[in-house]
């Protein structure tokens, strides 16, 4: 037990919880904590870039997580019907009742026209087109795909891998192979990420009539293989990295690190349990952010 949670008041069995706030309801509507990673890689995207701009860096950082706050909201706007079948979506504002699909859509859009016209306005064109890109990717093709094929992952998969060229580009870097070892990486990390994500929540999102790999597989066959390819794709990516930002052993230290990310996806591929599962998540979190300090340290000054 925490000490936050031992010093909780107490509540008896017929006390109701509090309802949400107009605050939390549009923090869970924008996915506002899984965003803060999109901010991050568009940090690094602009601080890996052979001419790193800050003002560049912090208009394409802000601009992106607001778009990609939209497109979260969009996605679910476009999913509530779906959300209210499912156990881990139907607290959400819009299939719980407390955020109207109009008012949301509203906000979407708005988020995502301010998120463009700023990295417009203080990054450049290509930037912006990166970033309206990735909204429109997840929004209007990952979304709709979900119940339709488990390929749905690979443009959700671009979408995500986008962020940090939008900060390379506005940095000035050109989508040369730097460029496009970073969104390799980005790219191949998501498999691992969203497999074992996927496994966790596979009974739920088969309700939902969404067709996951866990979904459609319930054997855990096709989420192995994915875990387990991705994982490795992982090394090789963060591998060439290295090799284009900072030479041999930057390479091989961004391998060594994608590592542990294969032995749990093996370990995912024969336990077929959700611990593994989430053993597997937790170190993808780890891992993205370390594979970007060691290419920032290899980075030639």
Same mark, same amino acid.
């Given at each position: 037990?925490?000490?936050?949670?031992? #010093?909780?008041?107490?509540?008896?069995?017929?006390?109701?919880?509090? /309802?949400?706030?107009?605050?939390t309801?549009?923090?869970?509507?924008?996915?506002?904590?899984?965003?803060?990673?999109?901010?991050?890689?568009?940090?690094?995207?602009?601080?890996?870039?052979?001419?790193?701009a800050?003002?560049?860096?912090?208009?394409?950082?802000?601009?992106?997580?607001?778009?990609?706050?939209?497109?979260?909201?969009?996605?679910?706007?476009?999913? $509530?019907?779906?959300?209210?079948?499912?156990?881990?979506?139907?607290?959400?504002?819009?299939?719980?009742?407390?955020? +109207?699909?109009?008012?949301?859509t509203?906000v979407?859009?708005?988020?995502?026209? /301010?998120?463009c016209?700023?990295?417009?306005? &203080?990054?450049?064109?290509?930037?912006?087109?990166?970033?309206?890109?990735? +909204?429109?990717?997840?929004?209007?093709?990952?979304?709709?795909?979900?119940?339709?094929?488990?390929?749905?992952?690979?443009?959700?998969?671009?979408?995500?891998?986008?962020?940090?060229?939008?900060?390379?580009?506005?940095?000035?870097?050109?989508l040369?192979?730097?460029?496009?070892?970073?969104?390799?990486?980005?790219?191949?990390?998501?498999?691992?990420?969203v497999?074992?994500?996927?496994?966790? #929540?596979?009974?739920?999102h088969?309700?939902? &009539?969404?067709?996951?790999?866990?979904?459609?597989?319930?054997? &855990?066959r096709?989420? /192995?293989?994915?875990?387990?390819?991705?994982?490795?794709?992982?090394?090789?990516?963060?591998?060439?990295? &290295?090799?284009?930002?900072?030479?041999?052993?930057?390479?091989l230290?961004?391998?060594?690190?994608?590592?542990?990310?294969?032995?749990l996806?093996?370990?995912?591929? +024969?336990?077929?349990?959700?611990p593994?599962?989430? $053993?597997?998540?937790?170190a993808?979190?780890? #891992?993205?952010?370390?594979?970007?300090a060691?290419?920032?340290a290899?980075?030639?000054a």
């Amino acid at each position: 037990m925490t000490v936050a949670a031992s #010093h909780a008041p107490t509540c008896e069995p017929t006390c109701a919880p509090a /309802a949400p706030s107009l605050f939390t309801d549009l923090a869970v509507l924008t996915k506002a904590r899984l965003n803060v990673l999109v901010s991050v890689t568009v940090v690094a995207g602009a601080a890996l870039a052979p001419a790193p701009a800050l003002p560049a860096a912090v208009a394409a950082a802000v601009g992106a997580t607001l778009a990609a706050l939209g497109a979260c909201a969009l996605n679910q706007v476009l999913e $509530r019907e779906r959300d209210r079948t499912m156990t881990r979506t139907a607290s959400r504002p819009l299939p719980a009742g407390r955020l +109207g699909a109009t008012t949301a859509t509203l906000v979407a859009a708005g988020l995502l026209l /301010a998120g463009c016209a700023t990295v417009a306005a &203080g990054a450049g064109a290509l930037p912006a087109l990166l970033t309206a890109l990735g +909204g429109a990717l997840y929004a209007l093709v990952y979304t709709p795909l979900k119940p339709l094929t488990p390929l749905a992952f690979v443009p959700g998969a671009v979408a995500g891998a986008l962020p940090p060229l939008v900060g390379w580009t506005a940095a000035g870097g050109a989508l040369d192979p730097g460029a496009l070892a970073l969104f390799g990486l980005l790219l191949a990390w998501q498999v691992p990420h969203v497999a074992a994500i996927d496994w966790v #929540h596979g009974a739920d999102h088969a309700r939902g &009539g969404l067709r996951t790999l866990a979904a459609v597989d319930r054997t &855990g066959r096709a989420t /192995a293989v994915a875990a387990v390819a991705g994982a490795e794709a992982t090394v090789l990516a963060g591998a060439a990295l &290295g090799v284009v930002l900072g030479g041999v052993v930057a390479a091989l230290v961004c391998a060594l690190l994608g590592a542990p990310l294969v032995a749990l996806a093996l370990d995912l591929a +024969g336990a077929r349990s959700a611990p593994a599962a989430r $053993r597997l998540f937790a170190a993808t979190l780890v #891992h993205l952010p370390l594979a970007l300090a060691v290419a920032l340290a290899a980075r030639p000054a």
